[in-house]
């Protein structure tokens, strides 16, 4: 099955002719994603590569092509309006890759999705992609492999890190979520996780968290009370200092709090298994599989 | 981005929340003018540096003539003041800030901040002022009160007076409290404010509400929009070679240890830094090289790492999933050309032909270790590290 993308989704690229959307939006061609439309205001009527549609609108091009899923690379100062516009026009899932937006905008874009009832995944995220049937974002699409293990994370490479361990251990992906390394993102663990309890292909889910926020304590509170089957989780950040930014926006313990000791705590409790070194993931899904068997 | 207390109170003062009446000098020859301004008598003198916990480390001096005032203002300029936020090395003071000191009745506390569990701007206010908030949100968490914006409506009055009561103003004061926080509330939004906390907020004998200690802090995705708030940062305040990495508009983080990394990637990099001290070590930086990793990023990123003397190895950890291995190793070797690499370094690059790439640098001649395994490197990377010292 997979959750959020599969063989059925057809992809609009709002931001599709400036430089990283018409790189990635190849990319993800290449990869047998239905690419069905494009957005530049101010461009519609144009092909992208001689075959691709462009839009002036979102609107229009869902109309036109029956988009069900906008995949965004417009720049942090008009990021907000394009996923509202898409949210508006009617897809059900927005995948948004830009980084830096600003978190008061986002506030109220998140606001303004789950009023209209669509799900948004990032911003600044890699994107969503279920191996073999659709990728929607900037990861290397021949890293994958279909398969059993669900992948949520809040970072881009160490996600790729965590594909190519599980990989190494024999197993494939039902689909990896990139949910964004922002302090206000669309969608959270817990969001993502309810999809994977109800798919059938996923038998286990492994959690990439870091320092920041307590979207992972919120997780565990989730797996234990809800969630059945077997988690594995590494948080990036165990020697980061208090008070300084890690690349990521959402990445700065504040406070106090935020920490990868909590979080891991937390998690343990719940009866995940927590890889305490990131050369261990596979390692530790072995173990998980094992243990449930 | 993070602003001294003297400017964060120019702020307050421009969107009408009120301040004790004070002035920031930057040498002792202002202290006289400034402290007659001010009419005299007794003055406080705060030390500026972007750091919590200046009252308990001596940076903050009650003093009540002008003798004093100079004296004060003496052990402080120029000197350097170690907090629990500083750590050991602390920070030297360049600036001062002199105010009237104020009869204090009572100390409440004041913050907004992003919640970011409820996607939501958050306004949280104590009776528990001047006193760790952390502390009384752990012990006390029944004296803290919260109102939650929605964003479609802004601040609404109800939430003003909800809070006004709680915090036990009279009713005379409630107008008062409301346009100190609307004010507030105001200055947050339209400057992109990620947090603004005043400990304390003071109400006086005279029955004036007051932010007696100020903070502010700036969220860097929205400074794009905010070229007057760019303006306020002050480079002193900051690690020279943190302020060297965003010029190349590299993320560099500088910390205590020996080993360097290189990174593609926030969550790799710290996923490295953590495998470096779980293999025995210590890392001496974050560092975010970017996605591609090319020539001209590589090169500057060594300059960075290796300008701190405490490097003795540096981890190269890169993972090449659309800029394939091959061609970010071909990157490492042109930019080890460029910049004089004198350290061991361990290259460790995973994904898209990260064979092809390790033979390239192993048959370079160059004197790179590669890896294979992220433990592996990071285990080699902190022997070589300890065998340099």
Do not use: W
């Not at chain 2, 006289?32 to 406080?44: C, R």
């Not at chain 2, 200690?213 to 794009?224: S, V, Y």
Request: charged residues 25%; hydrophobic residues 40%; aromatic residues 6%.
């Amino acid at each position: 099955m997979s959750i959020l993308v599969d063989k059925n989704t057809k992809v609009v690229v709002q931001g599709i002719t400036g430089q990283e959307g018409s790189f990635h939006a190849r990319k993800c061609l290449e990869y047998g994603t239905q690419i069905v439309a494009g957005v530049t205001p101010g461009k519609g009527g144009q092909k992208f590569d001689e075959k691709i549609p462009i839009f002036d609108t979102v609107e229009e091009a869902v109309k036109e092509t029956e988009a069900n899923t906008s995949l965004i690379f417009v720049p942090p100062a008009f990021a907000v309006d394009a996923i509202m516009e898409a949210a508006d026009s009617g897809v059900n899932l927005i995948v948004c890759i830009t980084e830096g937006i600003p978190p008061l905008d986002m506030i109220k874009a998140k606001k303004y999705v789950d009023l209209k009832g669509v799900r948004l995944i990032g911003p600044n995220c890699p994107g969503v992609i279920s191996p073999g049937k659709s990728k929607v974002g900037i990861m290397p699409g021949d890293i994958h492999k279909e398969g059993t293990i669900g992948v949520i994370s809040r970072s881009g490479t160490l996600t790729y890190e965590t594909v190519a361990q599980i990989c190494e251990v024999g197993y494939g992906q039902s689909t990896c979520v990139g949910i964004g390394g922002d302090p206000i993102i669309g969608s959270n663990f817990v969001d993502i996780l309810k999809l994977f309890k109800e798919d059938s292909q996923t038998e286990a889910v492994v959690i990439i968290g870091e320092i920041g926020g307590t979207a992972e304590e919120e997780a565990a509170e989730f797996i234990k009370k809800e969630f059945t089957k077997p988690v594995v989780a590494f948080i990036a950040g165990q020697t980061a200092p208090p008070g300084k930014r890690m690349g990521h926006a959402g990445a700065i313990i504040t406070g106090g709090k935020g920490t990868a000791k909590e979080k891991i705590e937390a998690l343990e409790s719940a009866g995940v298994y927590v890889a305490k070194s990131p050369a261990e993931i596979g390692l530790t899904l072995l173990k998980a599989l094992k243990k449930e068997e | 981005m993070k602003v001294h207390e003297y400017q964060a109170k120019e702020l307050f003062s421009q969107y009408g929340v009120k301040v004790p009446k004070g002035n920031v000098i930057f040498s002792i020859d202002e202290v006289e003018k400034v402290y007659n301004e001010l009419g005299g008598g007794k003055v406080v003198v705060k030390a500026q540096i972007h750091a919590g916990g200046r009252g308990k480390a001596g940076g903050v001096k009650l003093v009540n003539n002008l003798e004093e005032c100079i004296e004060a203002v003496k052990s402080l300029l120029g000197k350097k003041l170690v907090t629990y936020q500083t750590g050991p090395e602390g920070k030297i003071v360049r600036k001062v800030l002199i105010e009237k000191a104020s009869n204090i009745k009572r100390e409440l506390y004041l913050g907004m901040v992003i919640d970011r569990s409820k996607n939501s701007l958050v306004i949280m206010a104590s009776t528990e002022g001047g006193v760790e908030i952390e502390k009384v949100a752990e012990e006390t968490p029944e004296k803290i009160f919260k109102e939650y914006i929605e964003p479609c409506v802004g601040l609404m009055g109800f939430q003003i007076r909800r809070l006004g009561y709680k915090l036990g103003f009279e009713k005379d004061k409630l107008k008062d409290f409301s346009k100190f926080l609307n004010g507030l509330y105001k200055l947050f939004i339209e400057k992109d404010c990620s947090l603004v906390e005043i400990n304390p907020l003071i109400e006086t004998v005279e029955g004036e509400i007051l932010a007696l200690d100020a903070k502010i802090n700036f969220d860097d995705n929205g400074l794009f929009r905010h070229p007057e708030i760019l303006e306020l940062r002050d480079i002193d305040e900051e690690e020279p070679a943190e302020v060297e990495a965003s010029k190349y508009k590299l993320s560099y983080i500088k910390l205590n240890g020996n080993v360097g990394c290189m990174v593609n990637g926030a969550g790799l990099a710290m996923a490295t830094m953590d495998i470096i001290k779980y293999a025995g070590g210590e890392p001496a930086n974050f560092l975010d090289v970017g996605g591609g990793a090319n020539v001209e990023a590589v090169a500057n990123a060594f300059r960075i790492i290796l300008s701190d003397k405490n490097v003795k190895a540096v981890l190269v950890n890169i993972f090449g999933g659309i800029v394939r291995c091959d061609r970010i190793a071909q990157g490492i070797l042109e930019a080890s050309k460029i910049v004089d690499i004198n350290v061991p370094v361990v290259i460790r690059l995973q994904g898209t032909n990260a064979d092809i790439a390790r033979k390239m640098i192993d048959e370079s001649g160059l004197k790179f270790y590669t890896a294979k395994g992220l433990k592996e490197a990071a285990e080699k990377a902190v022997e070589l590290a300890k065998g340099g010292e």
